[in-house]
């Protein structure tokens, strides 16, 4: 049974930072894409970031280049979202997911291409 589970969420201010962890079981986490999506309220949900299963290749989303940084260990089954500089808009419940193919350029922003979800973690940024 595949598990991802988010931790690292919180109250943030403007300005602050927030490391968020997803640690995954059930898989082998060395053979999966990683990546990160967010769903604000009233709001679809959206891409974040994803990173290759070798770290050799990342995608960032445009509202989050330069302020967030994706990685992950593979001894640990551990992918993280550094989230620096943080605003009131990156308000939002994350998403942790796993995708066991290559992904590469716009594939890494579409949803369906992931095979597993975690259950999400709130990250709140007061103005």
């Known amino acids: 049974q595949v598990q991802l589970v988010e931790s690292g969420g919180g109250l943030v201010q403007a300005g602050g930072s927030l490391r968020l962890s997803c640690k995954a079981s059930?898989?082998?986490?060395?053979?999966?894409?990683m990546g990160w999506f967010r769903q604000a309220p009233r709001k679809e949900r959206e891409f974040v970031a994803a990173?290759?299963?070798?770290?050799?290749?990342?995608a960032y989303a445009d509202s989050v280049k330069g302020r967030f940084t994706i990685s992950r260990d593979n001894a640990k089954n551990t992918v993280y979202l550094q989230m620096n500089s943080l605003k009131p808009e990156d308000t939002a419940i994350y998403y942790c997911?796993?995708?066991?193919?290559?992904?590469?350029?716009?594939?890494?922003?579409?949803?369906?291409?992931?095979?597993?979800w975690g259950q999400g973690t709130q990250v709140t940024v007061s103005s």
């Open positions: 059930g898989l082998t986490f060395s053979r999966y894409t």
């Open positions: 997911t796993a995708a066991g193919r290559v992904l590469g350029g716009r594939n890494y922003y579409t949803a369906r291409l992931y095979d597993y």
């Open positions: 990173m290759s299963w070798s770290g050799g290749n990342t």
